[in-house]
């Protein structure tokens, strides 16, 4: 008898699989890789982990050898840009890989198929993945063909500086004293929190918030919001 959901469920992986620029030899670990923790006790967080390194390397190398003019720092401040949340995010929606995600039914009500963060750890654990169903010259060539686009609009010369640093740096200027950072508030889950950060520049009660999943992130967007008042951004 022909069982129509696993011919659909096949269906489906091999649409995502054209647009990864991958085929699975083994489909239980791509299966993996798009089950969230809330879906099943087989979930996705150990190759999301592994994932998370690879990425990292594979940048890492890929900005040492194609651009030996760009010092430490700004080679930090651009591998940083290129694998934080939103990066990854935007990549996972060029594939939409959120229709093809196996969540729970908590995370399907609350539309964790949008999610950043979601679809951010996904794309870490689909290169965890790959890894583990290839070797680390194939899913190196498969970042790099993701990361085209983006590794051909980086310029050597243009200064790559977090809000908080640009923030800093220009009260510096200014003599002013460094802007302070609190907790305001702090919601939801353990694994899906947001925090909220107020930003106060000269001791001024202007009310200046950055919302984040985490504090760092918080504090960079407040910081952010802090230099768009400022007319700097």
């Given at each position: 008898?022909?069982?129509?959901?696993?011919?659909?469920?096949?269906?489906?992986?091999?649409?995502?699989?054209?647009?990864?620029?991958?085929?699975?030899?083994?489909?239980?670990?791509?299966?993996?890789?798009?089950?969230?923790?809330?879906?099943?006790?087989?979930?996705?967080?150990?190759?999301?982990?592994?994932?998370?390194?690879?990425?990292?390397?594979?940048?890492?190398?890929?900005?040492?050898?194609?651009?030996?003019?760009?010092?430490?720092?700004?080679?930090?401040?651009?591998?940083?840009?290129?694998?934080?949340?939103?990066?990854?995010?935007?990549?996972?929606k060029?594939?939409?890989?959120?229709?093809?995600?196996?969540?729970?039914?908590?995370?399907?009500?609350?539309?964790?198929?949008?999610?950043?963060?979601?679809?951010?750890n996904?794309?870490?654990?689909?290169?965890?993945?790959?890894?583990?169903?290839s070797?680390?010259?194939?899913?190196?060539?498969?970042?790099?063909?993701?990361?085209?686009?983006?590794?051909?609009?980086?310029?050597?010369?243009?200064?790559?500086?977090?809000?908080?640093t640009?923030?800093?740096?220009?009260?510096?200027?200014?003599?002013?004293?460094?802007?302070?950072?609190?907790?305001?508030?702090?919601?939801?889950?353990?694994h899906?929190?947001?925090f909220?950060?107020?930003c106060?520049?000269?001791?001024?009660t202007?009310?200046?918030?950055?919302i984040?999943?985490?504090?760092?992130?918080?504090?960079?967007?407040a910081?952010?919001?802090?230099?768009?008042?400022?007319k700097?951004?």
């Amino acid at each position: 008898m022909i069982n129509i959901y696993k011919i659909m469920d096949n269906i489906i992986l091999t649409s995502l699989q054209k647009k990864i620029g991958y085929t699975f030899s083994n489909q239980k670990i791509l299966k993996q890789t798009l089950t969230h923790r809330s879906a099943n006790k087989q979930h996705n967080e150990r190759m999301e982990f592994l994932g998370d390194a690879i990425l990292n390397y594979v940048i890492s190398s890929t900005l040492y050898k194609n651009f030996p003019t760009i010092r430490e720092g700004n080679m930090s401040r651009i591998r940083s840009n290129l694998v934080n949340g939103n990066t990854l995010t935007i990549i996972a929606k060029e594939f939409t890989l959120g229709q093809y995600l196996n969540l729970g039914p908590g995370e399907i009500k609350n539309k964790g198929f949008k999610k950043k963060s979601i679809l951010a750890n996904s794309i870490e654990a689909l290169i965890g993945g790959i890894f583990l169903d290839s070797n680390i010259i194939t899913i190196e060539k498969i970042i790099l063909k993701w990361y085209k686009k983006k590794l051909q609009n980086i310029y050597p010369n243009k200064i790559f500086k977090d809000p908080k640093t640009r923030l800093q740096e220009y009260l510096q200027k200014m003599n002013l004293p460094l802007p302070s950072y609190s907790l305001i508030k702090m919601e939801g889950i353990t694994h899906e929190q947001k925090f909220t950060i107020q930003c106060k520049i000269n001791n001024k009660t202007d009310l200046i918030l950055g919302i984040g999943l985490s504090k760092k992130k918080a504090e960079q967007e407040a910081a952010k919001q802090a230099l768009i008042k400022l007319k700097i951004l």
